[in-house]
């Protein structure tokens, strides 16, 4: 199964400043996939990052808020800009193993706060 | 649009008793159907996948169901274990290239020594 390396764990940042999460995958694959978790509740999609291409974004989820990297294809990042206490919430990056009938694997996830 | 949906949403049992986890989905059109576990504030892991083709999966004292054309899908654990106490989360995989997936809100369980 794909091993995923995600950093940092947790994080608690001042409103106004940005925090860049990191997403290391053992195993090249073609889609990251990055995800929110907001307290109590599911996750929510807020982009598939391709290697090569912009990031598709899904409603209510913007580049300027979420700028995404994707250099190769075992990495990815995600940026939260100009952070509120809104966006205190758990992200996850996650990546689908074609090897497996694409069976879904997460990373530790991020869990950040914003005072 | 896809709709998950878990029941219930939190459950409590003795060490030992067995219990279901139930999910529902509003679009029979699924790739697959995945059940993960989340403990508090950390990521998910993968407990099992039932592809659209298969009724059943089974690890260790883990076993889950698909029934598409009802929409449903269970998770059945037997003799549980404190060690079990987390959140339960199914997620269905959409068909078609690159498709998301969508996750229901969970169900909080709770094993009690």
């Known amino acids: 199964s794909a091993v995923i390396s995600q950093k940092p764990s947790r994080d608690i940042c001042q409103r106004g400043t940005s925090l860049t999460i990191q997403c290391q995958v053992d195993?090249?694959?073609?889609?990251m996939f990055w995800y929110r978790q907001q307290p109590g509740q599911s996750l929510t999609l807020i982009a598939t990052?391709?290697?090569?291409?912009?990031?598709?974004?899904e409603s209510g989820f913007v580049i300027d808020k979420f700028p995404i990297s994707r250099p190769n294809l075992t990495f990815s990042t995600l940026t939260v800009s100009n952070m509120s206490p809104e966006d205190s919430s758990i992200y996850l990056c996650?990546?689908?193993?074609?090897?497996?009938?694409?069976?879904?694997?997460f990373g530790q996830g991020t869990r950040l706060t914003v005072v | 649009k896809q709709e998950v949906t878990q029941i219930p949403a939190a459950l409590s049992v003795p060490e030992g008793e067995n219990l279901v986890l139930n999910c529902s989905f509003t679009?029979?059109?699924?790739?697959?159907l995945q059940w993960f576990r989340q403990d508090p504030g950390k990521g998910l892991t993968s407990l099992l996948l039932?592809?659209?083709?298969?009724r059943e999966q089974t690890s260790g004292r883990l076993n889950a169901s698909l029934d598409k054309s009802s929409g449903r899908s269970t998770l059945y654990i037997a003799a549980s274990q404190p060690g079990d106490s987390a959140t339960y989360l199914c997620?269905?995989?959409?068909?078609?290239?690159?498709?998301?997936?969508?996750f229901g809100e969970g169900t909080q369980l709770t094993v009690n020594p």
């Open positions: 996650s990546v689908e193993d074609p090897r497996r009938a694409l069976e879904a694997f």
């Open positions: 195993s090249q694959v073609t889609m």
């Open positions: 990052a391709n290697q090569g291409s912009e990031a598709t974004y």
């Open positions: 679009d029979s059109a699924i790739y697959n």
């Open positions: 039932i592809q659209s083709s298969q």
């Open positions: 997620a269905v995989k959409a068909s078609g290239s690159g498709s998301r997936l969508t």
